[in-house]
T-cell receptor, first 113, second 117 residues
Framework: DSGVTQTPKHLITATGQRVTLRCSPR?????VYWYQQSLDQGLQFLIQ???????AKGNILERFSAQQFPDLHSELNLSSLELGDSALYFC????????????FGPGTRLTVT | AQSVAQPEDQVNVAEGNPLTVKCTYS??????LFWYVQYPNRGLQFLLK??????LVKGSYGFEAEFNKSQTSFHLKKPSALVSDSALYFC???????????????FGKGTKLSVKP
């Protein structure tokens, strides 16, 4: 158990809908990262937050947004969902961005029908 | 741009034999390299990292990796494979500048390791 929690574990929704994925980092970790894992794209970095502020953006679609709250948990919002958004979404955390080890949560499996 | 490549989609090994999972990298500046393992329906688990220092890095579960600057490689190795090592292995490189605020990882496509009894 990495200490990173993600909810829900599974999510099934229809095209055009909006969902929110939640992540709680390990105790003491200030940096949160979101990754998307799909069969065709592999593991792709989406966005990084550190202590509430956005620090880096990867291949995140404009339909997706995220934030990190004062209690350091993070939410990833996915809107206007398309079939191609079906994937496993991972959250990872680290003490700070310069701490190179990231600890991954179990992921949320999103299925868009 | 930083990148890593895992040239093998799958590696098959007999239990008790040594295993190697290959990774090559392309970076500007010093590479910060990682190996993670993913078991079915699980998140990624950190195995080991190379930041600086000895080229042979020891990690969890008896795994080690050899950093080779001239060949730009960071191959994962284990002297004696176990059936329980069967999983998906990812090589990764840290993006961003050393000590900088961008710390995300760039992953290879993954190599499926299958260890047969």
């Amino acid at each position: 158990d990495s200490g990173v929690t993600q909810t829900p574990k599974h999510l099934i929704t229809a095209t055009g809908q909006r969902v929110t994925l939640r992540c709680s980092p390990r105790s003491g970790d200030l940096s949160v990262y979101w990754y998307q894992q799909s069969l065709d794209q592999g593991l792709q970095f989406l966005i990084q937050y550190y202590n509430g502020e956005e620090r880096a953006k990867g291949n995140i679609l404009e339909r997706f947004s995220a934030q990190q709250f004062p209690d350091l948990h993070s939410e990833l919002n996915l809107s206007s969902l398309e079939l191609g958004d079906s994937a496993l979404y991972f959250c990872a955390s680290s003490v700070d961005p310069s701490n190179y080890e990231q600890y991954f949560g179990p992921g949320t499996r999103l299925t868009v029908t | 741009a930083q990148s890593v490549a895992q040239p093998e989609d799958q590696v098959n090994v007999a239990e008790g034999n040594p295993l190697t999972v290959k990774c090559t990298y392309s970076v500007s500046g010093n590479p910060y390299l990682f190996w993670y393992v993913q078991y079915p329906n699980r998140g990624l688990q950190f195995l080991l990292k190379y930041i600086t220092g000895d080229n042979l890095v020891k990690g969890s579960y008896g795994f080690e990796a050899e950093f080779n600057k001239s060949q730009t490689s960071f191959h994962l190795k284990k002297p004696s494979a176990l059936v329980s090592d069967s999983a998906l292995y990812f090589c990764a490189v840290r993006d961003g500048d050393y000590g900088g605020s961008q710390g995300n990882l760039i992953f290879g496509k993954g190599t499926k390791l299958s260890v047969k009894p």
